[in-house]
């Protein structure tokens, strides 16, 4: 196998979810992820805001 094919062989392994098929972790909910991004999104605002007192 050349470089080029080998590399797009794995790409699309990958791309396919592995070889797990399933794409993700049992216990990884979506939405507490996805939660809890937006609860740290919130706080690091939060903490931008505080600092900027001069607008």
Do not use: Q
Not at 19 to 29: F, V
Not at 35 to 51: D, E, H, P, Q, S
């Amino acid at each position: 196998m050349t470089l080029p094919t080998t590399a797009h062989d794995t790409l699309l392994t990958l791309a396919s979810g592995g070889e797990h098929g399933e794409g993700g972790h049992e216990s990884l909910s979506p939405f507490l992820t996805g939660g809890g991004a937006l609860v740290a999104l919130f706080l690091l605002l939060w903490i931008t805001t505080r600092f900027n007192r001069d607008r």
